[in-house]
């Protein structure tokens, strides 16, 4: 043996988890930034899987980290809520195809050993039984209507997979996701996480009465952006409206008392949220999380015809913690009814993630 070949270095080549967030809205991908930004520090390599505006809103986020488009699920909503499910039991075998799309894709980047490990928010095709695969959802239950169900069991089935599941809440009787993420008996490989919100509480001057945060696939984002357009513009309130659209470059208009932004990246939006007295939003459960770590006084109005934003909004309304209305009843007026609610408590998130990635150092 040479001299000190011993004391060579024998410091093991990084691993590269793949963290892909579901395409639906921009919720998925914003609530993973927490979970990329603590792989990074702690040594880990990050490859970016999305696919639309999701994957265009990380690679702004993390333009330092390289990305891949994933296939797509292209999952839109209809003009009338009532019809939402039934056009989403109709794109079930499209789902499926998807899923076993993402399947090949995992796969072979397995076989190129150029993934170790795998975080999929909610993308039930981004798994391999041969690396360590976390799944992430706060909906251990699924609201469909009646066939609830069957939709859970469903996506149970898809989380039993996985060696864990990570659900972004708190697991005691005071919570943020009630029954979407709570069962009385599971076995589910199941971890409580915390809030994952990206943002950090500011306490700045206000700027604006109104901070409007849009987002979610259309076309019911665009008729909440219209609607809310018209009522704003009705008053001498100063509002900020977050479009929710992503693109190449970040543009900001003024449109009479409103001032219109397309998108706006993390920092930017604490910013702005910090600068605002009140905001208007979806019932998403990101959304939520984000205003909790914020505590931010908020009034919601959940995207018609998807269960999961329905059950939240009443379920904060009835606790009296966030009042909320039907898309076509809202008004101006239903604002002042926030002075009377309690506000989202303070649910703090998870300072230190390092020790949730001990599974990808066990294979």
Known sequence: MAPNESHKSTKKPKKTILVAPLHWGLGHATRCIPLIESLVENGYDVL????????????????ELPSLT???YNITYTKKGSSFKWKMLAKLPDIKKTMKAERRVVAELVSQNKIQGIISDNRMGVYHKEIPCV????????????????STK?????I????????????????????????????????????LSRMTKKNLQKKYDILCLLSGPEPQRSLLEEKL?????????RVALVRGVVEDLATVKTNKNITEFNFLGTRALEVLIGESELVVSRSGYTTIMDLSVLQKPAFF???????????????LKKQGL?????????????LEKVMLYKGLGDFSKTEDYSPLFSLFEGK
């Open 301 to 315: 109005i959940p995207t018609p015809g998807q269960y999961e934003q329905e059950y939240l909004a009443k379920r």
């Open 322 to 334: 966030v009042p909320s209305c039907k898309q076509e009843k809202f008004t101006v007026k239903k």
């Open 154 to 158: 469903l996506h149970q089935k898809i």
């Open 48 to 63: 970016l899987g999305s696919d639309g505006a999701a994957l265009l809103f990380l690679q702004k986020e993390f333009p």
């Open 70 to 72: 994933l296939p797509a």
């Open 135 to 150: 799944y992430i959802t706060h909906q251990l239950n699924v609201l469909s209507g009646k066939t609830s169900f069957v």
């Open 229 to 237: 357009i018209s009522e704003f513009h009705k008053t001498n309130k």
């Open 160 to 195: 039993s997979k996985y060696e864990e599941c990570w659900v972004p809440d708190v697991s005691g009787p005071i919570n943020l996701s009630g029954k979407l993420g709570h069962l009385q008996h599971s076995s589910l490989p199941l971890k409580y996480i915390g809030p």
